[in-house]
């Protein structure tokens, strides 16, 4: 399971969704030993099959070491790992996925200029060493000069890294999305009043502007493949020209609003990954 400090305002959520999957699994005749995020840290894994909403990077690390000796392991620990802030902005623009104008700073330099001459105004600060934990690791500023000033306040934090995205106007959208499997939901979060941070207010209330939603799943498998994770979830913007651009990019998240429809597919793509590996080990 998830430990509790990764899961800002979803750790009911998160549990879900992973219960609501280990409980398709039960159903389809495998044996499913749960542990809390701790127990797997300290814990002789025997299992050979490791499903997991890790986020520790103590626990990272050791799923990529049962990885590397063989195990299955979904979400991928390296996979987890792409997701981390700066590996995902580099991933994504270097497999030129639509996503957002970035630049990828130090915390303690000088980057007004920089701003200026890459035609920002509006954006956004991410940390870029790891998974957000809290709502100081996303900040949307209105200005290079306040983005200079949050920027500084990041450092302060101990954050050494920082990934600044251009912020993009139009309808904000989240998806989930299961590799592999016919199973994908969107939704405007604003208008659904679902939110983790607050932020979803920046864009506000969706104009339903048109895009190709085909053409937002296959977007998304492809960046599913790219960053090697099975269980996906995040955000997106719809331009006024209907252009989907990814903002954001996340392992296994909570599923919420489609927990019951997510988990049968969740509990088939463990099982078609499960027939695979076996095949592939033979």
């Known amino acids: 399971m998830r430990a509790g400090a990764y899961s800002p305002n979803h750790i009911g959520n998160d549990a879900a969704i992973f219960n609501a999957a280990a409980e398709q699994l039960r159903k389809r005749g495998c044996e499913v030993n749960v542990y809390s995020e701790e127990q797997f840290r300290n814990t002789d894994i025997k299992e050979d099959v490791i499903l997991n909403m890790c986020r520790e990077q103590e626990s990272i690390a050791?799923?990529?070491?049962?990885?590397?000796?063989?195990?299955?392991?979904?979400?991928?620990?390296?996979?987890i790992e792409n997701c981390t802030r700066e590996r995902m902005t580099r991933i994504l623009l270097g497999h030129h996925i639509p996503y957002p104008d970035s630049l990828l700073v130090n915390t303690n330099e000088s980057v007004i200029?920089?701003?200026?001459?890459?035609?920002?105004?509006?954006?956004?600060i991410k940390r870029g060493d790891f998974h957000a934990m809290h709502k100081e690791d996303v900040s949307y500023c209105r200005h290079p000069e306040e983005a200079q000033e949050m920027l500084h306040e990041y450092f302060y934090r101990g954050i050494k890294r920082a990934v600044i995205n251009r912020h993009l106007v139009g309808d904000l959208i989240k998806f989930y999305g299961i590799s592999g499997q016919p199973f994908f939901f969107w939704f405007y979060p604003f208008d659904e009043g679902h939110s983790k941070y607050g932020y979803e207010a920046v864009n506000g209330k969706s104009q339903g502007l048109y895009f190709d939603e085909d053409g937002l799943k296959k977007m998304c498998q492809e960046a599913s493949d790219i960053l090697d994770v099975k269980i996906y979830?995040?955000?997106?913007?719809?331009?006024?020209?209907?252009?989907?651009?990814?903002?954001?990019?996340n392992d296994w998240p909570s599923?919420?609003?489609?927990?019951?429809?997510?988990?049968?597919?969740?509990?088939?793509?463990?099982?078609?990954?499960?027939?695979?590996?076996?095949?592939?080990?033979?």
């Open 113 to 124: 200029e920089d701003l200026k001459n890459a035609g920002f105004t509006s954006c956004w």
């Open 62 to 79: 050791k799923l990529q070491n049962l990885e590397d000796k063989g195990k299955l392991v979904i979400n991928s620990g390296y996979g």
């Open 233 to 249: 979830g995040g955000d997106c913007i719809v331009d006024v020209d209907g252009t989907v651009r990814i903002i954001d990019f």
């Open 255 to 282: 599923f919420a609003p489609c927990r019951n429809e997510a988990a049968p597919y969740i509990a088939k793509c463990v099982l078609s990954a499960v027939k695979a590996w076996r095949k592939k080990s033979n």
